[in-house]
Structure formats: C-alpha cells, structure tokens
C-alpha cells in the first residue's frame, strides 16, 4: 500500500461520526435483607404484576402488535441437587437452569428421581432449595411512553432503563408495600 493511499485512509477515518447522547436513562436496585423464600412465593408475585399492573403501565404497538403492559422478557430459575456420602458429608452437585417455573419444577424432579447419576456421583441427592436461583425481567410501558424493565431475582428488586423518576418513585412505593421485598 502506498503512503498517499495509507493517508487517504486516515482521513477517512478522521471524518467517521461521533455518537451523540440520545437520551438519559437510569437503574436503581433494592437488595433483599432476607431472600424470597422459594419459587412459589416469587412466581405469584411476578404474576401478580402482571395481572394487577400496580405501576399503570399501558398498552402499546409494536410493529403493528398490540403489547400487554407488562410481559415477561427474560427469565431464568436454577435448582440445586446435592449429593451426600454416609457421612452427610457434600460430595457432588448438580445446577439445573430452566427457561420457566413450570421446567423448573419438572426439571429438579427428574434430577432428583434419578438414581443412576446419583449412583454415578456417589451419594444420595436431596434439593438445596437455599441455594436455589430465580429471576425474571418484566418489560413495562409506562403512560408517558417509556419502556422500562423491572427484574426480579430473589435477592433484589432492579428498575433499568427508565428517565423519568416517576417511574422509579412508583416501582418503590409498591415494593415498599410488599413484605417479601423488604
């Protein structure tokens, strides 16, 4: 490559765009003092967002489809099994991820029940449901037009991509309202 040409490039590159703030969004998270005590307890009170929709959210269309106010985006639950010898002692574990609390559930007993990859690890399975993980990510549309996320796991609460405070001080005054979210 000649040097005029290597120059060439060099001011094309000089003349690239730079990006330019757009908006101004924020995330606020409340950790848990105790954790939600187990995945019934955290389903009902995901789906009681949805159903309730205690934050106003509304209604809007998205490449011509109407959208619920609030929807699950994302979601992720994972089990815990441990493996014990005659000593009680720990000596294997299995994580079990699951995309909904419906596979959660099948998922953790199908590991329980077998007794072939129990027999293969060493030891006797039980469920650790302590170390249990859940979380789901809401997608919320607020009136003012904002499309906000508001994720629950069991040991925190967290409001992403939001501008408006609004949003946040109504997220907290009804957390603040739950005593599982304390």
Sequence with gaps: MSVA??????????????????TNTKSAVRDLSVPIADITTFDVLVQDIIDTNPFGCTSYEEQGVTIDPVVRSQERYTAKVIYENLEADTIGEV???????????????????????????????????????FSCKLKCHDPNGEVYYVTLSRSKVRISSYADDAIRATVETWADGKPELS
């Design 95 to 133: 994580s079990v991820r699951s995309p909904t609390v419906t596979a959660f559930g099948t998922a953790a007993s199908h590991v329980m029940a077998d007794d072939d990859l129990a027999t293969a690890i060493g030891g006797t399975q039980s469920r650790d449901t302590a170390k249990d993980t």
């Design 5 to 22: 040409s290597r120059d060439l490039g060099w001011q094309e590159c000089q003349k690239m765009a730079d990006f330019i703030q757009t």
